[in-house]
């Protein structure tokens, strides 16, 4: 299983990221994929996540109305769109999958910084 996420960089306040992590090594179309984020002295939380189908979303609070996350199975990508970022957005952000209980995989992280 590979999951290599693109797309981080240096950002305004108010500004805009697309994050892609492309996906490999499993039937990625049967399987729910997440985002996650890990602020620098903090736990990594959970951003967005979409069913395996691309039909159910679910958000963190403070992310809602401005992040947008969508599937495209016939090129095994998920992408989280990113809108009116805020400095507290600065984060790694990680793609992530579980394929059973004690299976998760991880991308190896895209880093966010949101400054003026």
């Known amino acids: 299983v590979q999951l290599v996420e693109s797309g981080g960089g240096l950002v305004r306040p108010g500004g805009s990221l697309r994050l892609s992590c492309a996906a490999s090594?499993?039937?990625?179309?049967?399987?729910?994929m997440r985002w996650y984020r890990q602020i620098t002295g903090k736990e990594r939380e959970l951003v967005a996540a979409?069913?395996?189908?691309?039909?159910?979303?679910h958000y963190t609070d403070s992310v809602k109305g401005r992040f947008s996350i969508s599937r495209d199975n016939a090129k095994n990508t998920v992408s989280l769109q990113m809108n009116n970022l805020k400095p507290e957005d600065t984060a790694v952000y990680y793609c992530?999958?579980?394929?059973?209980?004690?299976?998760?995989?991880w991308g190896q992280g895209a880093r966010v910084t949101v400054s003026s």
């Open positions: 992530n999958t579980k394929l059973s209980a004690d299976t998760n995989y």
């Open positions: 090594g499993f039937t990625f179309s049967e399987y729910h």
């Open positions: 979409i069913d395996s189908v691309g039909i159910k979303t």
